[in-house]
């Protein structure tokens, strides 16, 4: 029977080898997958482009210039918003700020609860910026 010998390089090589096989396992393995919750939220939010959204008036904020919505569809039909609306959750709200001074003293005067229609987009803050709007309780304009 012959007997065979192993070198200290050759373990070492070989564990090395294993080492780098068993860390590199993990690096290798798939992503999961996101919750389905957080793949609908992050679209439903998602405003880098023109946006469609309805809902009524719940308040308009004085000091801060801004309106809080009680949001019911929104719809990403582009350009004109005529179809493609899709329900959000009961019970959202959405934060929305008019793009100037002058937007701001047109929708301050309406009431709480009025039904209406917007554009919006992201700006480079941040905000939810009204880029057009329709009172629902007025005759339509057209376009929006």
Sequence with gaps: ????????????RMA???G????????????????PLDTFLTDILNFHEPTGIRGTVRYIDQA?????????????????FNDGWK??????TLLVYPQNAAQYEELESIQKGTPIEMVIQ?????????????DLSQPRKVPL
């Design 87 to 92: 329900l959000v959750p009961e019970g959202t």
């Design 1 to 12: 029977m012959r007997k065979v010998t192993f070198s200290f390089s050759l373990w070492y």
């Design 20 to 35: 780098l096989m068993t860390f590199a396992l993990p690096a290798m393995a798939l992503e999961p997958e996101p919750h």
């Design 16 to 18: 090395v080898v294993l």
């Design 122 to 134: 992201l700006d480079s803050e941040g905000h939810r910026r009204i880029l057009s709007y329709q």
């Design 64 to 80: 801060e210039h801004n309106l809080w919505l009680n949001w019911e569809q929104r719809s990403d039909d582009r350009p004109d």
